[in-house]
């Protein structure tokens, strides 16, 4: 079955240490995103990725790494720099950029204490 | 940038028909998409409007105004598995989606 996988479900950190979050996808989509959701509110965009080997910050990139070294796999790094990272945080991939429909994994709940 | 706005909250009853409405300020804006979230789960993708006028999908509708910069999602028939949080999101020129910040949808039955 094709679709975007993210792990763990649930994560728990002490504050200061880095943490790096899964995304993976089997759509063939050129495109993937990062988005970070706190409760009760919308999506914000954190990285997004039109090609492999390049990517472009979203509008709260900072304290937050990426990379992009093959298309299926977008790994976020949250950074101790990122002040207040505890939140539910998505991955979307999309065909080509296009951004018509955006096809989102399942999450990952960070926790840090 | 962009910026969208929609009702924090909207309760219906079974069967009715409700209209989550969405207003958007924005520069370079292609188009206007939607998503339904349940509790703690992924958004689904529901529609998008690239074009003014109104897109049908079963149940669901769409409808963009570029002259007012708005747009709605029309719920029919709704169900009790229609409760859940609805976002509208802009696309802009470089693809981008700018999400609102959601409408929690409570259907009473």
Known sequence: ?113 | GQSLEQPSEVTAVEGAIVQINCTYQTSGFYGLSWYQQHDGGAPTFLSYNGLDGLEETGRFSSFLSRSDSYGYLLLQELQMKDSASYFCAGKNAGNMLTFGGGTRLMVKP
């Not at chain 1, 995103?33 to 706190?38: I, N, S, V």
């Not at chain 1, 979203?58 to 101790?80: C, H, M, N, Q, W």
């Not at chain 1, 950029?97 to 955006?102: I, K, P, V």
């Open chain 1, 1 to 113: 079955d094709g679709g975007i996988t993210q792990s763990p479900k649930y994560l728990f950190r002490k504050e200061g240490q880095n943490v790096t979050l899964s995304c993976e996808q089997n759509l063939n989509h050129d495109a993937m995103y990062w988005y970070r959701q706190d409760p009760g509110q919308g999506l914000r965009l954190i990285y997004y990725s039109q090609i492999v080997n390049d990517f472009q910050k979203g509008d709260i990139a900072e304290g937050y790494s990426v990379s992009r070294e093959k298309k299926e796999s977008f790994p976020l790094t949250v950074t101790s720099a990122q002040k207040n990272p505890t939140a539910f945080y998505l991955c979307a991939s999309s065909a080509s950029g296009l951004g018509d429909e955006q096809y989102f994994g399942p999450g990952t709940r960070l926790t840090v204490t």
